[in-house]
Every structure is written in C-alpha cells, then in structure tokens.
C-alpha cells in the first residue's frame, strides 16, 4: 500500500544547530501538510505544500515540496528548546486520503 | 470554542474489558477520525467519517467499532480489550470531507489507554 516514510526518527542537536527532518512517498502526493507534537500534547498542523517545488518559511522553518511531489522537507536553522518535540508529515494521495510518516523526534541540549 | 475533546484523558483496563472512547467538536466540521500512536509507528487510522451517517475503514481497524451519533460526536468502541491496544488514541476533526486537498485536521488531547 501507499507509505510515506520519515528519517531519521530520532535527532539530538546542541541549541543553536540545525535541524532537519525528510519525508519520502511511494507515490506521488496531491499534497503534503506538516503538524508538531510537543511532549505529552496532541499533533499541531504547521503548514501545507501543494505546488511541485514550492518553499515556504516559517521564521526559522523552512519547508519543501520536491519536484516529483514525491518528498518534502523540514529544516529548522538555529534550533531552540522551544523545537523540542515530533514532527509529522502527512501526504494526501489521488483519493484524497491522508497518510502521516512515522515522525521525527527532536531533542534539544541547552 | 473548546475545539476537539476527548474523554477520558487516562484508562487502565484489563483484557477482555470494553469500553467507548468519546469524541466532539464544536467547529461544525463534517470530516472526523481516530488514530492511535504507538511509538516509532506515527499515526495510523482506525476508523474516520467524512460525513455525519458514514463510517470507513481505516489501516487498523480490527479490534474496534465507532458510531457517529451526530455531526459534533464521533464515538470509538473497544468490544474485548487487548494489551496490543495498548496505545494513545486521538481523535481528529476537518472542515470538509477528505477528498478536498486544501482540508487540515485538528486533533483532540488524545487518551492514554492501558490494558493489562
């Protein structure tokens, strides 16, 4: 069936370093949406990606969608302990059905 | 506006026990689901309703019964508990029936659920 699969599935960095998270489907993505989870909290939607290589940024966020609308990325610059937490993506397929990655797990060290 | 509520926050049961996990939302959303997550697994889809009076399966679904009372409501029933339900179960509500591409979802506090 159709999966989207998400690394790495655990990061620690040092506060101030950059973060990266990436997702892969195995089929090409309508669109793919970001949430966050902060420890113990519930799955916050970020953003939405809908056109094939689009960028968005969210103050220190910087979101893609490839040119295949087959994977997608999520960088963080100058990570926080305000970062901390996992973060999600989820990739509509042609039946417009959502399927979410296994998520990342960040860890900040102040 | 409450948004998604979930009730209970926690539950220990033993195996073989049931019992219905409850779901609303105040938004007037038409869409609603329940994901459990279990770790390094992401969220997976258990059941959703893209309309008041319509259920589907999702990816898990064995094991679990919802009921979609009305548009606020959207019910998840254990009928005979097992530890592999062991998990934290979400519910989730969108705007619009899934098939629009612009839809998001939000997500209620989730349920703890244990079974021993």
């Known amino acids: 069936g159709q999966q989207v699969m998400q690394i790495p599935q655990y990061q620690h960095v040092q506060e101030g370093e950059d973060f990266t998270t990436y997702c892969n489907s195995s089929?090409?993505?309508?669109?793919i949406q970001w949430y966050k989870q902060r420890p113990g909290g519930h799955p916050v939607f970020l953003i939405q990606?809908?056109?094939?290589?689009e960028v968005k940024k969210q103050k220190r966020l910087t979101f893609q969608f490839g040119e295949a609308k087959k994977n997608s990325s999520l960088h963080i610059t100058a990570t926080q302990t305000t970062d901390v937490g996992t973060y999600f993506c989820?990739?509509?397929?042609?039946?417009?059905?959502?399927?979410f990655g296994q998520g990342t797990t960040l860890q900040v060290k102040p | 506006n409450a948004g998604v509520t979930q009730t209970p926050k926690f539950q220990v049961l033993k195996t073989g026990q049931s019992m219905t996990l409850q779901c609303a939302q105040d938004?007037?959303?038409?869409?609603m689901y329940w994901y459990r997550q279990d770790p390094g697994m992401g969220l997976r889809l258990i059941y959703y309703?893209?309309?008041?009076?319509?259920?589907d399966k999702g990816e898990v679904p064995n094991g679990y019964n919802v009921s979609r009372l009305n548009k606020r409501e959207f019910s998840l029933r254990l009928e005979s508990a097992a530890p592999s339900q062991t998990s934290v179960y979400f519910c989730?509500?969108?705007?619009?029936?899934?098939?629009?591409?612009?839809?998001?979802?939000?997500f209620g506090p989730g349920t703890r659920l244990t079974v021993l």
């Open positions: 989730a509500s969108s705007e619009t029936p899934a098939a629009v591409s612009t839809d998001t979802q939000y």
């Open positions: 990606l809908v056109k094939s290589g």
């Open positions: 989820a990739g509509r397929i042609y039946t417009g059905k959502l399927i």
């Open positions: 938004m007037n959303h038409n869409s």
């Open positions: 089929t090409t993505l309508s669109n």
């Open positions: 309703s893209a309309s008041e009076g319509t259920t």
